[in-house]
């Protein structure tokens, strides 16, 4: 009789899943106000309050993502845009659209930079988010307004240089990034002087059928800034890894 030929028995092993990459700003955006203000604002101590140079008068600067607004912060922010900006949107071919400016005010990751006086009223105000644009990892300028009496006192240069501090503080981030309308020529000159250039992405000037030559209402302006941990990266958990 045919002895019958041994077939060897293979031990199936389990597959192992791939680990999917953590998009490190995911990881940033996750963190709660007073871990983003430790590890990437990174400010000088003193930072929660701003002296006004001309009359003294010290107000309060605190850091708070677009959940932990109050109603009456966000209505004093959405106010304070409706004051000094939306004539220029109603002058955009984009136009004013108030229902649509607050639900972006509310996006999940932005983070607000609130300046209020002693009274406790809004006085000043940025925002910003961490991003992508275009695939470009960015710290997003999504608003900065002053009011009147602020405008010349450094403030605006202070808050824009928390922005920046950001972009240095969040590896892969090497650029700080806004939208600017072409009317608007003191905030131009403004982040000129500061050292932003029109970027890449900025819509440009077109030839349209008939001769007809569209020019954008707006300009999107960018500042490269010098990554203070440029070999550093981020692991999944938001820890920086040195090589």
């Not at 010290?58 to 009456?72: G, M, T």
């Not at 509310?106 to 925002?127: E, I, W």
């Not at 900065?144 to 605006?156: R, S």
Request: hydrophobic residues 35%; contains cysteine; charged residues 30%.
């Amino acid at each position: 009789m045919k002895r019958a030929k041994e077939v060897p028995v293979t031990t199936l092993q389990p597959k192992r899943r791939r680990r999917v990459p953590t998009d490190p700003l995911a990881v940033v955006n996750a963190k709660s106000d007073e871990d983003f203000v430790r590890d990437h604002v990174q400010p000088s101590d003193g930072w929660t309050t701003w002296k006004h140079p001309k009359t003294q008068e010290v107000y309060d600067v605190a850091l708070k993502r677009s959940a932990a607004l109050s109603a009456a912060e966000l209505d004093a922010c959405f106010d304070l845009i409706v004051r000094t900006s939306s004539e220029a949107y109603r002058a955009s071919a984009a136009g004013w659209r108030p229902e649509a400016k607050r639900a972006e005010m509310q996006s999940v990751d932005l983070r607000y930079v609130l300046v209020k006086d002693r009274q406790g009223d809004l006085r000043a105000f940025t925002s910003m988010m961490p991003t992508h644009e275009e695939g470009e990892p960015v710290v997003y300028c999504y608003e900065i307004h002053l009011e009147d009496e602020l405008h010349g006192t450094g403030l605006a240069r202070l808050l824009m240089g928390m922005l920046e501090s950001v972009a240095r503080h969040t590896p892969p981030i090497t650029k700080v990034m806004l939208t600017c309308y072409t009317s608007n020529t003191r905030a131009r000159a403004f982040y000129s002087k500061l050292g932003f250039e029109t970027d890449a992405l900025s819509p440009q000037e077109r030839r349209l059928r008939r001769g007809v030559v569209f020019v954008p209402d707006y300009l999107i302006m960018s500042l490269r800034v010098r990554c203070d941990n440029a070999e550093e990266a981020l692991d999944s958990s938001g820890t920086k890894l040195t090589n």
